[in-house]
């Protein structure tokens, strides 16, 4: 199948020879998205954009990687709106509770779910995330882009039986896409050519770490590292995604 600009992400991911090509797009897209909240396109200026930011707001993993990301200026002033509406948010909720007449016993009764509490406003709050939410939108396209891909391009499916597979926890999102968008037949081929790579690729992984403990044996000091010297790492990864090696992801200057 022809190379188009939304199948160039997953293709150049496999190509990469990562240990799982999802965690490779899954950085991607959100180095791509914390350049677009704070680099050089100065996007937090515009109206619309810190609109949806201050609704939003950022989780604290995404509030930690944008204080490493660098810009002071853009992280003020997203910080400043998004107080400026959340105090907004606070006081018709602090409001609520004050207006609330006092009973002979028991002022705050127990809510129906039909009627928020407080701190279900305030958890609420807790894992709303601006980034979070645009990366989940595009993450879920690669996924049905790459089950497209897998049921029409032989080419990639052959790129994909020649990989090291996934880390688990993509590999259960891929498989949930599978399940919901591939006839039977398709479903079937798909995990009889998945399964046995996963298989394959965790217990290549074992093997690596495996010899990592033994290297550390006196008797093998002298013997070869083979694959183990990243195992660590990659045995992290494959285990539940991500790069726990990476440094924090900056600003270019």
Request: glycine share 6%; proline share 3%.
């Amino acid at each position: 199948m022809k190379e188009k600009l939304y199948t160039i992400p997953l293709n150049d991911a496999l190509d990469a020879g990562d240990e799982c090509p999802l965690c490779f797009c899954q950085r991607k897209i959100e180095q791509d998205l914390m350049d677009f909240v704070l680099g050089h396109s100065a996007s937090y200026m515009e109206a619309d954009i810190r609109e949806m930011t201050d609704k939003a707001g950022f989780c604290r993993e995404h509030f930690k990687k944008m204080y490493d990301y660098g810009n002071t200026l853009g992280n003020a002033w997203i910080l400043k709106t998004h107080y400026i509406r959340t105090i907004d948010e606070m006081k018709r909720e602090f409001a609520k509770v004050a207006s609330e007449k006092p009973a002979a016993k028991g002022r705050f009764k127990k809510k129906s779910e039909s009627t928020p509490s407080l701190g279900a406003w305030i958890k609420s709050k807790e894992h709303s995330c601006y980034i979070c939410n645009q990366f989940q939108d595009t993450y879920h396209r690669y996924l049905d882009t790459f089950v497209y891909l897998w049921a029409r391009d032989e080419e990639f499916r052959q790129k994909v039986k020649a990989s090291k597979g996934f880390c688990l926890q993509h590999f259960g999102d891929l498989c949930l896409q599978a399940e919901t968008q591939l006839k039977e037949a398709s479903l079937g081929e798909f995990y009889d050519a998945l399964l046995p790579l996963m298989e394959e690729n965790m217990n290549r992984m074992k093997e690596d770490i495996s010899w990592l403990v033994e290297k550390f044996d006196y008797c093998n000091k002298d013997a070869d590292w083979k694959n183990s010297r990243d195992a660590i790492q990659r045995g992290m990864q494959k285990m539940k995604g991500g790069y726990p090696a990476d440094a924090p992801y900056v600003m270019q200057k």
